[in-house]
């Protein structure tokens, strides 16, 4: 198993570019999310999916939009980057409630 | 440990010490609970759970406390080693879907 699988690990924007971060899970997990970490900081949670077909906006969700077609997986669209959507995002899914497993991060840089 | 402000929390302990990292939880529905770890650029990984039904539970070396009456959770590591050096965040699940992170305390084990 490959666990949860983010893509890309690094991207460089500009202002008011749009991107699609790819995340897909090999575990059957219905439970998907999408988090971001601004540095030295914790997690915030951008939207989440309890399955396919189901989303839901956490914390943060100005600026992102997502999709859940598939149980596999959960991309995270970002529409008119701006510079405050710098951030290191974490993809991870679960079982049901518990425990989360992670992706590696995609590092987002806006200019 | 309560993580306020924009940085994050420090805990330095010297090697074979036990750590005690604390987190204030925000919700009184929340009947989960987890603490993770993360190590510099890669994401968390799960260490211990807890519901709300129990006030202690134990794992390998970490035992976590949890004291609905205050909304306060602590994470104790018995006999601390280096490889314990990372940044340790508390995670709530306030309505049985989704998981939110507390802001993390960073702890460093000195040889």
């Known amino acids: 198993n490959a666990g949860v699988t983010q893509t890309p690990k690094f991207r460089i924007l500009k202002i008011g570019q749009s991107m699609t971060l790819q995340c897909a899970q090999d575990?059957?997990?219905?439970?998907m999310y999408w988090y971001r970490q601004d540095p030295g900081m914790g997690l915030k949670l951008i939207y989440y999916?309890?399955?396919?077909?189901?989303?839901d906006k956490g914390e943060v969700p100005n600026g992102y939009n997502v999709s859940r077609s598939t149980t596999e997986d959960f991309p995270l669209r970002l529409e008119l980057a701006a510079p405050s959507q710098t951030s290191v995002y974490f993809c991870?899914?679960?079982?049901?409630?518990?425990?989360?497993?992670f992706g590696e991060g995609s590092r987002l840089t806006v200019l | 440990g309560e993580s306020v402000g924009l940085h994050l929390p420090t805990l330095s302990v010297q090697e074979g010490d036990n750590s005690i990292i604390n987190c204030a939880y925000s919700?009184?529905?929340?009947?989960?609970f987890i603490w993770y770890k993360q190590e510099s650029g890669k994401g968390p990984q799960f260490i211990i759970d807890?519901?709300?039904?129990?006030d202690k539970r134990q794992g390998q070396r970490v035992t976590v406390l949890l004291n609905k009456t205050v909304k306060h959770l602590s994470l104790q590591i018995a006999a601390t080693q280096p490889g314990d050096s990372a940044v340790y965040f508390c995670?709530?699940?306030?309505?049985?879907?989704?998981?939110?992170f507390g802001a993390g305390t960073r702890l460093t084990v000195k040889p």
């Open positions: 991870a899914s679960s079982l049901g409630v518990g425990e989360l497993f």
């Open positions: 919700n009184s529905a929340s009947d989960y």
């Open positions: 575990m059957n997990h219905n439970y």
């Open positions: 807890i519901r709300s039904n129990m």
């Open positions: 995670a709530e699940s306030p309505n049985n879907n989704d998981m939110r």
């Open positions: 999916s309890v399955g396919a077909g189901i989303t």
